[in-house]
Structures are given as structure tokens and as C-alpha cells.
């Protein structure tokens, strides 16, 4: 057997893999360059998309840029504040929920007198033709949570009837908009306890 000859052949096999690497890791860091600025500004238009439809009316600030991060009872919360002339109207949150088929994750804004301006479920899993009434192309049922508040219903009554609450359940389906309102609840009461923080007040605002 040659050795030296094979030695030399071993050594040609590593250098070309290692240069193929080095290429292809190239590639793909320019192609991830390239690319990431363009998959940021889609997550913006989403997350602009998704703050309007739970916040209606003019504000003067960039909802993107004034966001704040406080401890919720599952985890950080990012927080969206709406202003008018420096004061906060309205804020915008992720809320998530426990469906039928998996986490159900729901976007909703609040005004500064604790009312809800709107909710829209953002992802799901839940059955077609079943649980996901819960989108606003399939039923209005997701526009029973506008302007309700802790006292509106009281907070005993935050439930599907089923429960004993004032929310419509779907026939087959109970399990998602129990999911739902439970959420949308452990928002507002994530709200209630953190208002200070979340209109700036309290700190000489």
C-alpha cells in the first residue's frame, strides 16, 4: 500500500470539504443578511396590522416604539401604549388561552378606563367549522368582549354561560371560547394590577 499517495489523497478530500464548507457558510450568512431585513419589516407590518384591528382611532406616537416589559402571571408581557399629546390612552397586549387543540394566542387592547377596545385571535389550532368562530371572518362571536371591563360584566360572571358566565359557547366547542374568555379575563386583571405602570402614573407623569 502507498501510503504517502494515499496520505495525500486523504488530505486533498480534507481541504476540499473544508472549502465547500467555508462557501457554503458564506452563503448562507449573505443570504441571511440579506433576507433579515426584509423579515423584520414583515413582522412590523403584522404587528401594525394587529395593534389597529384591537385599537381604532388616531394616536400621535409609533405604537412599536413605545412598548414596555413587565413580569405577567405566565411569563414577560410586551406591552404596546397608544398616546395622545404624551398621555396614554390605550394600551395593546398578548394574552393566550388553552383551546381544544393547543395555545391559543390573542392580541387585545385596553383604554385607560380599564374598557376593551377589541380582541382578535392572532394564532390557533382549533377545529374548522368548530372552534375557530373565534376569527371574526367566522362569526361575530370575538366582538362580545368589546368595551366590556372587571366590572362589566363583575368578574364572577367572565365566564361562558355554561359556566355561569354571559359569553356565548359554540355547540361542540366549548372548550375554545372558555379558552378565550379566560384569557381575555387574566388580561384585564394583568391591567388592573399593573395600571399605574402601564399609563404611567404614579411616577410624575
Not at 457558510?25 to 449573505?30: F, Y
Not at 394566542?105 to 380599564?114: E, V, Y
Not at 367566522?138 to 355561569?164: Q, T
Not at 379566560?182 to 384585564?188: L, T
Request: charged residues 25%; contains cysteine; aromatic residues 8%.
Amino acid at each position: 500500500m502507498n501510503f504517502e499517495k494515499l496520505r495525500k489523497q486523504l488530505y486533498y478530500q480534507v481541504v476540499l470539504l473544508g472549502g465547500v464548507t467555508l462557501v457554503t457558510t458564506a452563503a448562507l450568512a449573505l443570504a441571511d443578511k440579506a433576507t433579515s431585513a426584509d423579515i423584520a419589516a414583515a413582522q412590523a407590518r403584522d404587528m401594525q396590522q394587529s395593534l389597529v384591528q384591537v385599537l381604532p382611532g388616531k394616536y400621535d406616537n409609533d405604537l412599536l416604539k413605545d412598548t414596555l416589559v413587565l413580569n405577567g402571571p405566565n411569563g414577560e408581557v410586551t406591552v404596546y401604549r397608544a398616546r395622545r399629546a404624551g398621555r396614554v390612552e390605550a394600551v395593546v397586549f398578548k394574552v393566550s388561552g388553552n383551546g381544544y387543540a393547543g395555545p391559543i394566542d390573542c392580541m387585545m387592547g385596553i383604554d385607560r378606563n380599564g374598557h376593551i377596545t377589541g380582541v382578535r385571535v392572532i394564532k390557533h389550532k382549533e377545529t374548522p367549522g368548530l372552534g375557530d368562530k373565534i376569527e371574526p371572518a367566522k362569526s361575530r362571536w370575538i366582538y362580545a368582549f368589546d368595551d366590556k371591563s372587571l366590572g362589566d360584566p363583575p368578574v364572577e360572571k367572565w365566564a361562558v354561560k355554561k359556566d355561569g358566565g354571559v359569553f356565548d359557547q359554540f355547540a361542540g366547542a366549548t372548550i375554545t371560547p372558555r379558552g378565550v374568555v379566560k384569557a381575555v379575563k387574566g388580561g384585564m386583571e394583568f391591567f388592573d394590577k399593573q395600571k399605574e405602570k402601564l399609563l404611567d402614573e404614579g411616577n410624575g407623569h
